[in-house]
């Protein structure tokens, strides 16, 4: 985690010690159990007594739990009720739901959305049956926005500006390991332009292939983007190109339609584009 920006650290409006302190909470992924001010200085690059400082204040607001037997610290309610009241205000969690599930139980594939936090997509909402083991991804967990098909799809929706903005951010994040990524988010790029989704194949984990669309609100929040993965052996480039996508890139459409209060395309259509032999620009173009 990058420290705050020399830009964003001048300007009179921010608040420095406010934004160290989201860093600090930041830092709790959900596979973490406890963490301790050395692990979290390291997460941060924050030196150490000023961590400390803020894990005291933190612990004393009621947002950290200290673990004194450790000398770790751990996210307490006061900070899981800020996530749960940003989830119960995402309207477009609860609204994909049944669509998600739909594309699931046709694919056995995990299907989740999400939304950008930083260099990452944080999951949001998802639905994984019991063919979906090789994927253990839950609400709350990250995925990469250069090398995986949710973060790529993302990517590409974005404003030409926002775009390249996020590509400074990513490139002083990775730093040398940039300009490989780069290429990758560029070919993603042309994807996205022919057939509507992105792709990642072994990209961001050697064993994943997914599908990912971006779905575009008129309401001023997002962008934010599903994905359908599943262990590369199932979901191979061609099955993605061919089928996984063109479902996903019709669940987001009939999404977009739902939320704009317009009549989705009938399961029929669907079905009927899909078996068209694969044609999937033109699938891609029904959807428009």
Same mark, same amino acid.
């Given at each position: 985690?990058?420290?705050?920006?020399?830009?964003?650290?001048?300007?009179?409006?921010?608040?420095?010690?406010?934004?160290?302190?989201?860093?600090?909470?930041?830092? #709790?992924?959900?596979?973490?159990?406890?963490?301790?001010?050395?692990?979290?200085?390291?997460?941060?690059?924050?030196?150490?007594?000023?961590?400390?400082?803020?894990?005291?204040?933190?612990?004393?607001?009621?947002?950290?739990?200290?673990?004194?037997? #450790?000398?770790?610290?751990?996210?307490?309610?006061?900070?899981?009720?800020?996530?749960?009241?940003?989830?119960?205000?995402?309207?477009?969690? %609860?609204?994909?739901?049944?669509?998600?599930?739909?594309?699931?139980?046709?694919?056995?594939?995990?299907?989740?959305?999400?939304?950008?936090?930083? %260099?990452?997509?944080?999951?949001?909402?998802?639905?994984?049956?019991?063919?979906?083991?090789?994927?253990?991804?839950?609400?709350?967990?990250?995925?990469?926005?250069?090398?995986?098909?949710?973060?790529?799809?993302?990517?590409?929706?974005?404003?030409?500006?926002?775009?390249?903005?996020?590509?400074?951010?990513?490139?002083? %994040?990775?730093?040398?390991?940039?300009?490989?990524?780069?290429?990758?988010?560029?070919?993603?790029?042309?994807?996205?332009?022919?057939?509507? #989704?992105?792709?990642?194949?072994?990209?961001? %984990?050697?064993?994943?292939?997914?599908?990912?669309?971006?779905?575009?609100?008129?309401?001023?929040?997002?962008?934010?983007?599903?994905?359908?993965?599943?262990?590369? #052996?199932?979901?191979?480039?061609?099955?993605?190109?061919?089928?996984?996508?063109?479902?996903?890139?019709?669940?987001?459409?009939?999404?977009?339609?739902?939320?704009?209060?317009?009549?989705?395309?009938?399961?029929?259509?669907?079905?009927?584009?899909?078996?068209?032999?694969?044609?999937?620009?033109?699938?891609?173009?029904?959807?428009?």
């Amino acid at each position: 985690m990058k420290r705050t920006g020399k830009k964003t650290a001048t300007d009179r409006n921010f608040v420095v010690a406010l934004s160290r302190g989201l860093d600090v909470l930041r830092a #709790f992924q959900p596979s973490d159990g406890l963490l301790g001010n050395q692990e979290i200085a390291a997460r941060t690059n924050l030196p150490k007594p000023t961590v400390s400082r803020l894990t005291y204040t933190l612990t004393k607001l009621g947002y950290l739990t200290p673990v004194p037997r #450790f000398e770790k610290y751990q996210l307490a309610p006061a900070a899981m009720a800020l996530g749960y009241a940003a989830l119960s205000n995402l309207g477009v969690r %609860h609204l994909s739901e049944p669509f998600r599930e739909e594309v699931m139980r046709a694919t056995g594939g995990a299907v989740a959305i999400g939304g950008r936090d930083r %260099h990452s997509m944080i999951y949001f909402g998802q639905s994984r049956g019991s063919e979906t083991v090789g994927v253990q991804l839950d609400v709350g967990s990250r995925v990469p926005i250069a090398t995986s098909a949710m973060g790529r799809a993302y990517f590409w929706a974005l404003a030409e500006e926002d775009r390249a903005e996020l590509s400074r951010v990513l490139r002083e %994040h990775y730093g040398s390991r940039w300009p490989k990524m780069r290429d990758g988010l560029e070919r993603s790029g042309e994807t996205v332009a022919k057939y509507g #989704f992105a792709i990642s194949v072994g990209d961001w %984990h050697d064993d994943i292939g997914a599908a990912g669309v971006a779905l575009k609100l008129n309401d001023g929040t997002g962008p934010y983007a599903f994905n359908c993965g599943a262990p590369a #052996f199932r979901f191979t480039e061609e099955r993605l190109i061919n089928d996984i996508g063109p479902r996903l890139l019709a669940m987001v459409r009939n999404i977009e339609a739902a939320l704009g209060g317009l009549m989705p395309h009938s399961k029929k259509e669907v079905s009927k584009k899909l078996k068209s032999g694969g044609k999937v620009a033109r699938v891609a173009e029904g959807f428009r």
